[in-house]
């Protein structure tokens, strides 16, 4: 690995201190070094927060005090994502670094949010690309609202060996150990809603909160949870609505279930399909949803992998057998008759106690 690439990486991994609290925004970090040596660093807690360029920059004038305004004029500047160049809740960070007169700028993505920083300030040398892969992947959710109009997608998927993910009777609780549990209450935490459907409520009624991570529950926000309940038929009574997060139901007809201060109807044309697109681009442009994770049962995953719009499936497999007549996380015969298999990459493989946990890609 290059000197270059080693700075990046520091910024990335700086970068991702804001995994529970940067969104919208992006999670950004910032390395700047002199004669190759870091003299400062910083990165993006929340929005309305110095963007890291800045809190990097002022970490240097608090490292070097009066020397900094010379030696920043042969420092270089490394940080995963293209300096904003507009004001939004805080100034362009572009316009700091060119008062400052740093020398180069390294980024690893470019912001198609923004102005591209090299036509506002030409003057500045620029190398962009530097670990762009990773920096895709921590930022995939802020690329795909950006890019794509929607969330990034991750499917949960607690299931056996043989691939049930509840028992005929359409209990699933609990397949996978405490530590695949508390692994999906971080997977909450780090997520911006969470999309389920009327058959999980019914059957599990769960809270979908992140409440058992290990992390300080203060230290981060709790996703909204989103609900298709195209035929109306919950009653506002299930636990999906309780107090402690808020909560999106998407519906077709006039709603019996009230607004209320955690409780929203979402504003969507009728459309007795309801179609799961909609949605989805809804919560990207209403909700400014960066990575929605999704814990429902075989009705909405297959829907979703139909449509094409899961980009990774999240499955803990536990060493049990649920055997004849278990419930599958996908209707395949379905699914296969419009697709053909679908292939996964596998692009990370864990063990957590005596589950495995795969992350995988569908190659449609
Ligand atoms: N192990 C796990 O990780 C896990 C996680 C979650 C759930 N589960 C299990 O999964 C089972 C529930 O499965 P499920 O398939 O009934 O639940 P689901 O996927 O949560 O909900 C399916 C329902 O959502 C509604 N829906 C709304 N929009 C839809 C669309 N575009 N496409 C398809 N359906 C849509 C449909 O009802 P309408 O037609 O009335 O709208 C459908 O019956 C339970 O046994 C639960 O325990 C297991």
Redesign the pocket.
């Given at each position: 690995m290059t000197s270059k690439e080693e700075h990046m990486l520091r910024a990335l991994k700086l970068a991702k201190k804001g995994l529970f609290t940067a969104s919208p925004n992006p999670m950004v970090g910032c390395v700047i070094t002199h004669d190759n040596k870091v003299i400062g660093q910083g990165w993006h807690k929340s929005p309305g927060e110095n963007h890291a360029e800045i809190n990097a920059l002022n970490d240097v004038i608090k490292n070097l005090g009066k020397k900094s305004k010379e030696i920043l004029k042969e420092s270089e500047l490394f940080v995963n994502l293209e300096p904003c160049t507009t004001f939004g809740k805080t100034p362009p960070c572009a316009d700091s670094i060119n008062d400052c007169q740093i020398k180069k700028v390294y980024f690893s993505n470019e912001d198609k949010a923004q102005k591209e920083f090299s036509k506002v300030y030409p003057e500045i040398k620029v190398e962009t690309g530097l670990l762009s892969e990773e920096g895709r992947r921590l930022n995939r959710g802020f690329f795909s609202r950006i890019e794509k109009g929607r969330p990034y997608i991750s499917c949960?998927?607690?299931?056996a060996l043989d691939g049930g993910?509840?028992?005929p009777?359409?209990?699933?609780?609990w397949?996978?150990s405490v530590d695949s549990r508390k692994d999906v209450h971080k997977m909450r935490a780090s997520s911006d809603a969470i999309l389920?459907?009327?058959?999980?409520?019914?059957?599990?009624n769960?809270q979908l909160t992140s409440r058992d991570s290990g992390l300080d529950v203060d230290s981060f926000s709790q996703p909204l949870r989103v609900i298709?309940?195209?035929?109306n038929?919950l009653t506002g009574e299930e636990k999906i609505f309780s107090s402690n997060a808020r909560t999106i139901l998407?519906r077709n007809v006039e709603s019996e279930i009230q607004e209320k201060n955690n409780v929203e109807i979402a504003k969507l044309p009728a459309n007795p399909?309801?179609?799961?697109d909609e949605v989805v681009k809804y919560l990207a442009e209403e909700k400014l949803i960066n990575n929605l994770m999704v814990?429902?049962?075989?009705?909405?995953?297959?829907?979703?992998l139909k449509e094409q719009l899961i980009d990774e499936i999240i499955q803990?497999k536990a060493p049990k057998l649920l055997g004849e007549n278990r419930?599958s996380?996908t209707n395949l015969d379905v699914a296969i008759e419009k697709l053909g298999t679908i292939e996964l990459s596998v692009i990370d493989i864990e063990e957590l106690g005596d589950d495995i946990k795969y992350s995988l890609i569908p190659n449609y």
């Open positions: 949960k998927v607690a299931s993910i509840a028992l009777s359409g209990i699933s609780k397949i996978t389920t459907g009327t058959g999980t409520v019914l059957k599990d769960p298709v309940d195209r035929n038929i998407f399909s309801l179609p799961l814990e429902a049962g075989a009705g909405i995953i297959s829907s979703l803990y419930k996380f």
